[in-house]
């Protein structure tokens, strides 16, 4: 006890001497304050998107999509894919370099596809036709596939869920379910480790070895040139406080203004802007194990039941801030489809009480999670418990934050023992825009995504995704998917919303893109 | 959250000089908990709103006709909700102070009347004293999961040994007093000699006692909503009214100073009393000014 | 005297004990999955179970219990489970703002309301008295973060005269640590000037219903001699207890006045390692403040018999 006592006062000691040697704060130096806390530093191991964005600021990946969805080559230099579409053979471009100042090998590259292999679904698929992968020197790779795919490249370049961030092999060799603990990485930006406090900072500053692509900047393909010397990312967990951090010049930008709180930015000096226009899905699914989802008819009629226009409105308010759709992979984007889209989207209580009467339902409790430490979520758990309540449901609601709901979620047994019966979740439209990527339509029984549905046919039309040959064939399967998913109830959207980013004027050259990137960002003194 | 009846000093006396014509402040309290209690009972018939009706066209407005005191961000009326929410801070305001204090006079008879078990119950009561009550609470309440019975617990399992102390004190000094060793060495039933000559006597601290209890209670089911691991959002309690609208604060500050205003009087009167009571029980008091 | 000092230490072992007992025990049986937690939202069952697996989340209960304690006595206090930084070293980095707070706010109710118990006294059953005393019961009945709002709503938000959030340490920039640290000083010291005041109050009140006082005045000392020599010193040593017990209750206060004011102390680590279960940080910074509010006790108790002379042991 007398020792801690002792070592804690001594490193607070420490910690104060450093404070007070510690240069004065950088004029070039951008203050960004994101949704929500980094927890992870991990972007493999952890979805998580506030992980993904640090990783955006410290690694490379292999291949970059740009605005027009279009995969460009990105630490790659060129590509050949053989005739028969087997052999995919990539050549690093020159100048790539680890923060030491080591160069970025090949034997880096493929530790890192494999580590993620392991643990990205879209990855997972790919190893699962991947003959071999191989390195053929220092710049060259070879992958070798048993069958024919077009999504090798997408795969590559996919921005969220987890993107191919490429790490050094000796942090690439930690097991995918351990976090690393190397943070050098070959992206615009230099991790600084010592400066890190979790939920206060962390820190990062211009990486000096990186040598940028000559292309014009496009989300995540062309030039990534760091433009301030110094980003410090700034945890604030009240969204109100951040919004009146931003207006004050404490900090210039700010990933996420509610909605409802837009009427305080101060428009002069803050320029507000939807930088991602592709958004988010919003979605519930049902255990499909126990009473009363368990039934079919149930499901449907809770599908009935179900209006996202009420649901959207209660949580968002201005309808310019949300968006209906009922497409499985999102609205705008290349698998949209209309099949059963119409009857997702608009309630029928009357149509819900005829099938729950159909169905038997005697009234077994429906708990649904209802999330209330996320600003965006905390609404929609109790409007879609009134809309079932409405319907005849008998509704209630569990709350927890979303770490515990996470946790809880994994229980398969009955409500009566701290079962479920639906969660609300919500993914970003790029990790849920077709059948490879999505979690939501997967039904893989018990060892699958929660909500367990065990639906074998659409299992297989996945794998037929994965090896059909142009987008018109794997357009059709995905409107199939869509198809069964939604007569199955696997799961339902609820709607989709983008965020409204914040910066001050002084702060010129933020590009939009579906995560948040930091580069071609500057900042003026005035 | 503030554990007044810990300091070792003595109440301010309100009635002590001169009694009788300066009790108001003691008066007004008691008026105000008893038009409190009355919204509590009947407060479904002071309002026709649904304090759990979800009204999305009409969310976060200003005072009106209509709603009194306003709406919250998911479109519910926030004067129904805060009249609800008396009734739910009551509730666990009361139930809190009379199992704590069922609770403490259980275990302080024990220990202050069996020294065997005294030594571990105290060294335990000490444990639990020295985590810093809001810690404990939110620990309990987050890792438990939030709902009425553990947010319950986390505000009786800190506040529960303080009573257990008062109480084995108080037994403690009867023990030594003539007429208990009498009744001991007359053979006396144990459960006699306590409910007869210990329990009567620990009955005025211990009211006392009870009123900070409650007070401390309110304030920290308040405290652990603020926080966001008290009572699930959907159960209309001012803690929860003030921690939804702290993200509104800004453009409708009544979220905050409504269900704040009727939660500040009602502590406040608690404590009024209780210091009134305190005055009134403890004759040392009365004695020496 | 050095009998009773080392038998008061001897008597804190088992507290500690006892103390680290009921923290292991708590998070223990904790439902939230620390493994699910730090794999997101799209991991396995069978990912899980190999983090689990990692973490020693697998092994019996009085196993982990037993390895927990045998690290804490070789100073090792684990790794939290989401950042992966050692435990002492985040703790140690939160221990700045929060002492800054503590010690601002100690030393503001102090001077505020010893002076304000000392006059009520004096003016014992005439209006200011009783409205002191009033304002200070409605001092400990309004929550900390209903004070902080209003506080943020008048002199931040309208008058613009502080910053609405934040915390800077003093050495640092000593400009802006008086900007921030004003309004959530002046949050938290309501609770404490109330409590301080009406302490001290009483405790001069009580000195003067003592014979050495009786005795001053039957002499014909000047009333206001009476008060200043002979009452406030003796009321001294009551007063000391209750700043000392006043700065243990502080440490509950500062978790909310963190929360409001945004400021990264020790506080607000509590609620963010409790949300994301990181269970070594939790339990380690449980212990911690109950070591303080057991060390605050300690210092007071011996305090007690130094400066007490009418205290023997």
Same mark, same amino acid.
């Given at each position: 006890?007398? !020792?801690?006592?002792?070592?804690?006062?001594?490193?607070?000691?420490?910690?104060?001497?450093?404070?007070?040697?510690?240069?004065?704060?950088?004029?070039?130096?951008?203050?960004?304050?994101?949704?929500?806390?980094?927890?992870?530093?991990?972007?493999?191991?952890?979805?998580?998107?506030?992980?993904?964005?640090?990783?955006?600021?410290?690694?490379?990946?292999?291949?970059? *999509?740009?605005?027009?969805?279009?995969?460009?080559?990105?630490?790659?230099?060129?590509?050949?894919?053989?005739?028969?579409?087997?052999?995919?053979?990539?050549?690093?471009?020159?100048?790539?370099?680890?923060?030491?100042?080591?160069?970025?090998?090949?034997?880096?590259?493929?530790?890192?596809?494999?580590?993620?292999?392991?643990?990205?679904?879209?990855?997972?698929?790919?190893?699962?036709?991947?003959?071999?992968?191989?390195?053929?020197?220092?710049?060259?790779?070879? *992958?070798?596939?048993?069958?024919?795919?077009?999504?090798?490249?997408?795969?590559?370049?996919?921005?969220?869920?987890?993107?191919?961030?490429?790490?050094?092999?000796?942090?690439?060799?930690?097991?995918?379910?351990?976090?690393?603990? @190397? !943070? #050098?990485?070959?992206?615009?930006?230099?991790?600084?480790?010592?400066?890190?406090?979790?939920?206060?900072?962390?820190?990062?500053?211009?990486?000096?070895?990186?040598?940028?692509?000559?292309?014009?900047?496009?989300?995540?393909?062309?030039?990534?040139?760091?433009?301030?010397?110094?980003?410090?990312?700034?945890?604030?967990?009240?969204?109100?406080?951040?919004?009146?951090?931003?207006?004050?010049?404490?900090?210039?930008?700010?990933?996420?203004?509610?909605?409802?709180?837009?009427?305080?930015?101060?428009? @002069?000096?803050?320029?507000?802007?939807?930088?991602?226009?592709?958004?988010?899905?919003?979605?519930?699914?049902?255990?499909?194990?126990?009473?009363?989802?368990?039934?079919?008819?149930?499901?449907?009629?809770?599908?009935?039941?179900?209006?996202?226009?009420?649901?959207?409105?209660?949580?968002?308010?201005?309808?310019?801030?949300?968006?209906?759709?009922?497409?499985?992979?999102?609205?705008?984007?290349?698998?949209?489809?209309?099949?059963?889209?119409?009857?997702?989207?608009?309630?029928?209580?009357?149509?819900?009480?005829?099938?729950?009467?159909?169905?038997?339902?005697?009234?077994?409790?429906?708990?649904?999670?209802?999330?209330?430490?996320?600003?965006?979520?905390?609404?929609?758990?109790?409007?879609?418990?009134?809309?079932?309540?409405?319907?005849?449901?008998?509704?209630?609601?569990?709350?927890?934050?979303?770490?515990? /709901?996470?946790?809880?979620?994994?229980?398969?047994?009955?409500?009566?023992?701290?079962? =479920?019966?639906?969660? +609300?979740?919500?993914?970003?439209?790029?990790?849920?825009?077709?059948?490879?990527?999505?979690?939501?339509?997967?039904?893989?029984?018990?060892?699958?995504?929660?909500?367990?549905? @065990?639906?074998?046919?659409?299992?297989?039309?996945?794998?037929?995704?994965?090896?059909?040959?142009?987008?018109?064939?794997?357009?059709?399967?995905?409107?199939?998917?869509?198809?069964? +998913?939604?007569?199955?109830? +696997?799961?339902?959207?609820?709607?989709?919303?983008?965020?409204?980013?914040?910066?001050?004027?002084?702060?010129?050259?933020?590009?939009?893109?579906?995560?948040?990137?930091?580069?071609?960002?500057?900042?003026?003194?005035? | 959250?503030?554990?007044?009846?810990?300091?070792?000093?003595?109440?301010?006396?309100?009635?002590?000089?001169?009694?009788?014509?300066?009790?108001?402040?003691?008066?007004?309290?008691?008026?105000?908990?008893?038009?409190?209690?009355?919204?509590?009972?009947?407060?479904?018939?002071?309002?026709?709103?649904?304090?759990?009706?979800?009204?999305?066209?009409?969310?976060?407005?200003?005072?009106?006709?209509?709603?009194?005191?306003?709406?919250?961000?998911?479109?519910?009326?926030?004067?129904?909700?805060?009249?609800?929410?008396?009734?739910?801070?009551?509730?666990?305001?009361?139930?809190?102070?009379?199992? &704590?204090?069922?609770?403490?006079?259980?275990?302080?008879?024990?220990?202050?009347?069996?020294?065997?078990?005294?030594?571990?119950?105290?060294?335990?009561?000490?444990?639990? /004293?020295?985590?810093?009550?809001?810690?404990?609470?939110?620990?309990?309440?987050?890792?438990?999961?939030?709902?009425?019975?553990?947010?319950?617990?986390?505000?009786?399992?800190?506040?529960?040994?303080?009573?257990?102390?008062?109480?084995?004190? +108080?037994?403690?000094?009867?023990?030594?007093?003539? !007429?208990?060793?009498?009744?001991?060495?007359?053979?006396?039933?144990?459960?006699?000699?306590?409910?007869?000559? /210990?329990?009567?006597?620990?009955?005025?601290?211990?009211?006392?006692?009870?009123?900070?209890?409650?007070?401390?209670?309110?304030?920290?089911?308040?405290?652990?909503?603020?926080?966001?691991?008290?009572?699930?959002?959907?159960?209309?309690?001012?803690?929860?009214?003030?921690?939804?609208?702290?993200?509104?604060?800004?453009?409708?500050?009544?979220?905050?100073?409504?269900?704040?205003?009727?939660?500040?009087?009602?502590?406040?009167?608690?404590?009024?009393?209780?210091?009134?009571?305190?005055?009134?029980?403890?004759?040392?008091?009365?004695?020496?000014? | 005297?050095?009998?009773?000092?080392?038998?008061?230490?001897?008597?804190?072992?088992?507290?500690?004990?006892?103390?680290?007992?009921?923290?292991?025990?708590?998070?223990?049986?904790?439902?939230?999955?620390?493994?699910?937690?730090?794999?997101?939202? &799209?991991?396995?069952?069978?990912?899980?179970?190999?983090?689990?697996?990692?973490?020693?989340?697998?092994?019996?209960?009085?196993?982990?219990?037993?390895?927990?304690?045998?690290?804490?006595?070789?100073?090792?206090?684990?790794?939290?489970?989401?950042?992966?930084?050692?435990?002492?070293?985040?703790?140690?980095?939160?221990?700045?703002?929060?002492?800054?707070?503590?010690?601002?706010?100690?030393?503001?109710?102090?001077?505020?309301?010893?002076?304000?118990?000392?006059?009520?006294?004096?003016?014992?059953?005439?209006?200011?008295?009783?409205?002191?005393?009033?304002?200070?019961?409605?001092?400990?009945?309004?929550?900390?973060?209903?004070?902080?709002?209003?506080?943020?709503?008048?002199?931040?938000?309208?008058?613009? =005269?502080?910053?609405?959030?934040?915390?800077?340490?003093?050495?640092?920039?000593?400009?802006?640590?008086?900007?921030?640290?004003?309004?959530?000083?002046?949050?938290?010291?309501?609770?404490?000037?109330?409590?301080?005041?009406?302490?001290?109050?009483?405790?001069?009140?009580?000195?003067?219903?003592?014979?050495?006082? #009786?005795?001053?005045?039957?002499?014909?000392?000047?009333?206001?001699?009476?008060?200043?020599?002979?009452?406030?010193?003796?009321?001294?040593?009551?007063?000391?207890?209750?700043?000392?017990?006043?700065?243990?209750?502080?440490?509950?206060?500062?978790?909310?006045?963190?929360?409001?004011?945004?400021?990264?102390?020790?506080?607000?680590?509590?609620?963010?390692?409790?949300?994301?279960?990181?269970?070594?940080?939790?339990? &380690?910074?449980? *212990?911690?403040?109950?070591?303080?509010?057991?060390?605050?006790?300690?210092?007071?108790?011996?305090?007690?018999?130094?400066?007490?002379?009418?205290?023997?042991?």
């Amino acid at each position: 006890m007398r !020792y801690f006592n002792f070592r804690a006062a001594g490193l607070s000691a420490a910690l104060f001497g450093a404070a007070m040697f510690a240069p004065p704060a950088l004029a070039n130096e951008l203050r960004v304050v994101m949704e929500s806390r980094l927890g992870n530093l991990d972007p493999i191991m952890s979805a998580s998107h506030q992980t993904r964005d640090h990783g955006y600021l410290i690694y490379d990946t292999l291949f970059g *999509l740009d605005a027009d969805q279009k995969v460009q080559p990105q630490m790659v230099d060129s590509y050949t894919v053989s005739d028969d579409g087997l052999v995919y053979t990539f050549t690093l471009r020159d100048g790539l370099a680890w923060t030491d100042g080591t160069p970025v090998t090949t034997e880096d590259v493929i530790a890192s596809i494999k580590r993620w292999g392991q643990r990205d679904r879209m990855g997972i698929a790919l190893m699962s036709i991947t003959d071999s992968l191989e390195a053929k020197d220092a710049k060259t790779f070879v *992958l070798t596939l048993t069958s024919p795919s077009g999504v090798v490249l997408e795969a590559f370049a996919k921005p969220s869920g987890v993107p191919l961030f490429i790490m050094p092999k000796e942090a690439a060799a930690t097991p995918f379910t351990e976090q690393i603990t @190397d !943070y #050098r990485g070959s992206g615009p930006f230099r991790f600084l480790p010592e400066a890190y406090e979790p939920g206060v900072k962390s820190v990062y500053v211009k990486n000096e070895a990186y040598v940028p692509r000559s292309e014009p900047p496009s989300w995540f393909a062309g030039a990534k040139i760091a433009k301030v010397d110094r980003i410090e990312r700034i945890e604030m967990p009240d969204p109100l406080t951040a919004v009146n951090a931003l207006n004050s010049g404490e900090i210039d930008y700010l990933q996420t203004i509610p909605p409802d709180l837009l009427p305080l930015v101060q428009t @002069d000096v803050i320029k507000t802007d939807k930088l991602d226009q592709l958004g988010y899905q919003i979605s519930i699914r049902m255990n499909f194990l126990q009473p009363p989802f368990d039934n079919k008819l149930v499901r449907q009629a809770a599908l009935a039941a179900l209006g996202q226009e009420e649901i959207m409105q209660a949580q968002f308010g201005d309808p310019e801030s949300y968006q209906i759709c009922g497409a499985a992979f999102g609205c705008g984007l290349p698998y949209e489809s209309d099949v059963m889209a119409e009857e997702v989207v608009k309630p029928d209580p009357e149509k819900a009480k005829a099938l729950l009467k159909e169905a038997g339902y005697n009234g077994e409790p429906v708990v649904i999670f209802h999330v209330s430490d996320i600003s965006t979520m905390s609404a929609l758990a109790p409007t879609i418990a009134q809309q079932l309540r409405e319907a005849g449901f008998n509704v209630e609601l569990a709350t927890t934050d979303f770490m515990t /709901m996470l946790s809880r979620r994994a229980n398969q047994g009955p409500t009566s023992e701290g079962g =479920w019966s639906i969660f +609300v979740t919500s993914w970003h439209n790029t990790e849920i825009e077709d059948p490879l990527r999505n979690y939501m339509i997967t039904a893989e029984g018990r060892e699958g995504y929660a909500g367990w549905a @065990d639906v074998p046919e659409i299992g297989e039309k996945i794998h037929d995704f994965l090896l059909a040959s142009d987008y018109d064939a794997r357009k059709k399967i995905a409107d199939d998917i869509q198809g069964v +998913v939604y007569d199955e109830v +696997v799961f339902v959207p609820i709607g989709g919303f983008a965020r409204v980013t914040g910066y001050s004027s002084k702060v010129e050259g933020v590009l939009p893109a579906p995560a948040n990137i930091f580069w071609n960002i500057s900042k003026s003194e005035n | 959250m503030q554990k007044v009846q810990d300091l070792p000093g003595k109440a301010p006396a309100a009635a002590r000089s001169r009694p009788r014509s300066r009790d108001w402040p003691v008066r007004v309290a008691c008026a105000f908990l008893v038009f409190i209690l009355i919204v509590a009972v009947v407060g479904p018939f002071l309002t026709s709103g649904d304090p759990l009706h979800i009204n999305a066209a009409n969310r976060i407005k200003p005072p009106s006709a209509e709603h009194l005191f306003g709406t919250d961000a998911m479109g519910r009326d926030v004067f129904a909700r805060v009249i609800y929410g008396a009734r739910t801070s009551i509730i666990v305001g009361f139930v809190a102070a009379l199992a &704590s204090l069922l609770l403490g006079l259980a275990v302080g008879l024990l220990a202050g009347y069996f020294p065997l078990a005294d030594a571990t119950i105290m060294r335990v009561m000490d444990g639990i /004293m020295s985590i810093p009550s809001i810690v404990l609470a939110v620990a309990l309440v987050a890792i438990t999961g939030a709902n009425l019975g553990t947010v319950l617990i986390a505000i009786i399992v800190p506040e529960f040994p303080r009573v257990v102390r008062l109480v084995r004190g +108080v037994i403690l000094s009867l023990r030594s007093e003539p !007429y208990v060793e009498a009744a001991i060495s007359l053979a006396t039933p144990t459960w006699r000699i306590l409910f007869r000559h /210990m329990l009567p006597n620990t009955l005025a601290p211990l009211i006392v006692q009870g009123s900070f209890v409650l007070a401390s209670a309110i304030l920290t089911e308040a405290a652990l909503s603020f926080l966001g691991v008290g009572l699930p959002p959907e159960i209309p309690s001012w803690g929860n009214i003030m921690a939804e609208g702290r993200t509104y604060f800004q453009l409708r500050p009544g979220l905050i100073f409504f269900p704040g205003i009727f939660l500040a009087l009602t502590v406040l009167s608690i404590n009024l009393i209780g210091d009134a009571l305190r005055d009134r029980f403890d004759p040392k008091l009365e004695k020496r000014h | 005297m050095l009998g009773y000092i080392v038998r008061r230490l001897l008597s804190t072992i088992p507290v500690l004990g006892v103390v680290a007992l009921i923290v292991f025990l708590l998070l223990h049986f904790a439902p939230g999955d620390p493994a699910a937690i730090m794999a997101g939202d &799209s991991a396995t069952p069978a990912q899980l179970a190999e983090i689990r697996q990692r973490l020693g989340l697998d092994k019996p209960v009085f196993v982990q219990f037993f390895y927990w304690l045998d690290q804490l006595r070789q100073g090792n206090f684990g790794t939290s489970l989401h950042s992966n930084k050692p435990v002492a070293e985040m703790i140690a980095a939160r221990v700045g703002p929060t002492l800054s707070l503590a010690v601002t706010t100690m030393t503001f109710s102090i001077l505020v309301a010893i002076p304000l118990g000392v006059y009520a006294a004096w003016a014992r059953g005439r209006l200011s008295d009783r409205l002191v005393m009033t304002l200070a019961v409605l001092g400990f009945s309004t929550p900390v973060f209903v004070t902080g709002y209003m506080l943020i709503y008048l002199l931040s938000l309208k008058a613009g =005269w502080f910053p609405v959030q934040g915390f800077a340490s003093l050495a640092s920039d000593p400009i802006r640590f008086a900007r921030t640290i004003t309004l959530p000083t002046l949050a938290l010291s309501t609770v404490y000037i109330a409590l301080i005041a009406r302490i001290s109050r009483s405790s001069v009140l009580e000195i003067l219903g003592e014979d050495f006082i #009786r005795t001053a005045r039957a002499k014909g000392v000047p009333e206001r001699s009476v008060f200043l020599r002979h009452a406030l010193r003796n009321a001294a040593v009551p007063i000391i207890t209750v700043i000392g017990s006043g700065a243990a209750f502080l440490i509950g206060g500062v978790v909310v006045a963190e929360s409001v004011f945004n400021i990264p102390g020790l506080g607000r680590l509590v609620v963010e390692s409790v949300l994301a279960r990181d269970y070594p940080l939790i339990q &380690s910074l449980i *212990l911690l403040l109950s070591v303080i509010y057991i060390g605050i006790n300690l210092v007071i108790d011996l305090l007690y018999t130094l400066f007490d002379p009418r205290i023997r042991y």
